[in-house]
């Protein structure tokens, strides 16, 4: 079974300030490693993924996450906020275990403030 | 070109009514995805088709909820006798591989179909 846990439902983040976004999965297979950004009205829109190349994965928008298999994680990072980086944003975990499907973690929705 | 297009894009309905949510793929994408996401939560996995094949319902909640992709592209779900707890965004996806192909394969997620049920 796979599962995913975001920590911290709600962030908030100033802009230009460091936007972190904390993703732990559990898999009992290698895994392969998402993040979807969702705006509001909108359908899910994949920022980045990890499919067992670079464990440091670069997205679009300025985003970057590292997978860390010590720590069963993969936190999505950006240097400085804008404010157009406000939405809600989504951890998710497939394997081939999983046959693609997706099991997502509950999101975190990010406020950036002036 | 024209991404994943789901329809209605809102749906109110009574209790005991029976609905259909329509999802349209990209154009040649051979998978097909279901999920559900409850406010507040993720997405929730519920079904997925290679052409039309469905290939996994595990995760639909009970006998109340089908699916089917007759052609291999358009995809119907309906879920017959709502009730209120089936209230929430459907949402379908699609990816240009079965998994036959790539695993890891990016989905393609559509607007999505908010359903409530009164």
């Known amino acids: 079974a796979q599962s995913v846990t975001q920590l911290g439902s709600h962030v908030s983040v100033s802009e230009g300030a460091l936007v972190l976004l904390r993703c732990n999965y559990s898999?009992?297979?290698?895994?392969?490693l998402f993040w979807y950004v969702q705006y509001p009205n909108q359908g899910l829109q994949l920022l980045l993924k990890?499919?067992?190349?670079?464990?440091l994965v670069k997205g679009i928008n300025g985003f970057e996450a590292e997978f860390k298999k010590s720590e069963t994680s993969f936190h999505l990072t950006k240097p400085s906020a804008h404010m157009s980086d406000a939405a809600e944003y989504f951890c998710?975990?497939?394997?081939?275990?999983?046959?693609?499907?997706?099991?997502f973690g509950g999101g975190t929705r990010v406020l950036v403030k002036p | 070109g024209a991404g994943v297009s789901q329809s209605p894009r809102y749906k109110v309905t009574k209790r005991g009514q029976d609905v259909a949510l329509r999802c349209d793929p990209i154009?040649?994408?051979?998978?097909l995805y279901w999920y559900r996401q409850a406010l507040g939560q993720g997405p929730e996995f519920l079904t997925y088709?290679?052409?039309?094949?469905?290939?996994?319902k595990s995760g639909l909640p009970n006998d109340r909820f089908s699916a089917e992709r007759p052609e291999g592209s358009i995809s119907t779900l309906t879920i017959q006798r709502t009730e209120q707890r089936d209230s929430a965004m459907y949402r379908c996806?699609?990816?240009?591989?079965?998994?036959?192909?790539?695993?890891?394969?990016?989905?393609?997620f559509g607007p999505g179909t908010r359903l409530l049920v009164l």
């Open positions: 996806a699609s990816s240009s591989t079965g998994t036959g192909g790539a695993i890891g394969e990016t989905q393609y």
């Open positions: 990890y499919t067992s190349a670079a464990t």
């Open positions: 998710a975990v497939t394997s081939k275990a999983a046959g693609n499907k997706l099991t």
């Open positions: 088709f290679n052409y039309e094949a469905q290939q996994d």
């Open positions: 898999s009992s297979v290698p895994p392969y």
């Open positions: 154009s040649g994408h051979v998978s």
